[in-house]
């Protein structure tokens, strides 16, 4: 009985800290009219908050499951949340954008180890046939920080200014920080050691190379539009500010439905069902560049995107797991820090992609571009579903 009081607790924090991470990662989205107006910039600059934070992450994973490796893992949590209400609070008292930016990458290195360590946690303080079920309810946190923190965050902003919006996560994040010295376990086994070679196994391994290139095109498409939605709520479909709060809030509700389903579906055969979620995406994607410039249409076209946007996660980490045990297993925990890092290559390529069509063509060009880069993710894993046929009969897949 000790030992579930403990787990649970522990994934208690784990969730809590998860909340505090995923309520940062797109709190710009909500905030970028006001530090466009803020800061006298374009919505391209300000949508480097998105992008910056993304490329943080991109690099934090891999080098700091490389540095890192050998801490203790309670120490290293501690470490991880103390960052990341560093780079909040440099974020919130920033005096200009550049420093604003700087905030951003601090907190963005913490999110990357995060997301590989408390992973692991999660599976080690529970028994090995609940592993899984211990890593969905860590990443509740990220759910429940789209569905309620990123909105809530964004409506402080609007009342207090945006600079309360970061000071708000950074008080998160010390709940978070207290939450791991209380709760997370001192004694944690030590996974086997991360090597600058497994991160060459992984990349000369042709699947696994094609699954990560999956990830980062397939997921980033949907952030060439989905960086701007806020701008686009407003100036394209004629929202309120007000009304935007409340978009984001049901926007949540619907990634949060999406996750769901779409680890369900992805438990047996991750890439056929994969593959059907990017197509439901790029369709959406196609339908939001017609309808961008109608009130209820375009908004009714923005709740679908959140369906399919976040749909693909389970799916593309399940599967990058599986390729890892299959082709490189001394390198999982590696092959997972390079999948987390390609998914935010996605952001800030999609995000870099949107801002350059925000200024070239326009807000509402922005959705066809996330189209394009989808479609190409799914051409490669039409590849990557032939790759895997020998061995279907007993992947399933």
Not at 165 to 190: D, K, M, Q, T
Not at 239 to 251: E, F, K, M
Not at 354 to 361: A, D, H, R
């Amino acid at each position: 009985m000790s030992k579930k009081v403990n787990a649970t607790w522990t994934l208690l924090a784990l969730a809590i800290s998860a909340f505090a991470i995923g309520s940062t990662e797109f709190i710009s989205v909500g905030l970028m009219p006001l530090l466009v107006a803020n800061f006298h910039i374009t919505l391209a600059q300000a949508g480097l908050t998105v992008s910056v934070y993304a490329l943080g992450i991109m690099v934090g994973a891999p080098v700091m499951t490389l540095l890192t490796g050998r801490m203790n893992r309670h120490r290293l949590m501690l470490l991880i949340m103390s960052l990341f209400i560093i780079g909040n609070l440099l974020a919130a008292l920033a005096p200009t954008f550049t420093v604003l930016l700087v905030g951003r990458v601090v907190a963005a290195v913490a999110h990357g180890i995060f997301m590989t360590v408390a992973s692991v946690i999660a599976a080690d303080v529970v028994a090995p046939e609940k592993r899984a079920s211990a890593i969905a309810v860590m990443f509740t946190g990220l759910t429940v920080a789209t569905v309620t923190g990123v909105p809530l965050g964004t409506m402080i902003g609007q009342l207090g200014g945006w600079r309360w919006s970061f000071i708000f996560i950074s008080a998160i994040g010390v709940i978070g920080l207290l939450a791991n010295y209380w709760l997370v376990p001192r004694n944690l086994p030590l996974p086997a050691p991360a090597t600058a070679r497994g991160i060459g196994r992984i990349l000369t391994d042709p699947q696994l190379l094609l699954a990560l290139l999956v990830t980062a095109l397939g997921y980033g498409g949907t952030f060439v539009a989905y960086t701007y939605l806020s701008p686009l709520l407003e100036n394209a479909m004629g929202w309120s500010a007000s009304a935007v709060v409340v978009i984001l809030v049901v926007y949540g509700l619907m990634v949060a439905l999406g996750n769901t389903l779409g680890g369900r579906w992805a438990n047996q055969r991750p890439l056929v069902a994969l593959f059907k979620m990017f197509v439901g995406l790029l369709i959406t994607l196609l339908v939001l560049t017609v309808t961008a410039h109608s009130h209820w249409l375009g908004l009714f076209t923005v709740l679908a995107m959140g369906i399919f946007a976040f749909m693909n996660v389970p799916g593309l980490q399940l599967y990058i797991v599986q390729l890892a045990e299959q082709h490189t297993p001394q390198d999982i925990t590696m092959a997972s820090a390079l999948n987390i890092s390609a998914f935010n290559i996605g952001i800030a390529l999609g995000s870099g992609i949107g801002g350059q069509v925000t200024t070239s063509l326009g807000l509402t060009w922005t959705p066809l571009f996330g189209a394009l880069m989808v479609l190409v993710s799914l051409g490669l894993l039409a590849g990557l579903i032939w790759l895997a046929r020998p061995v279907a009969v007993n992947s399933k897949d």
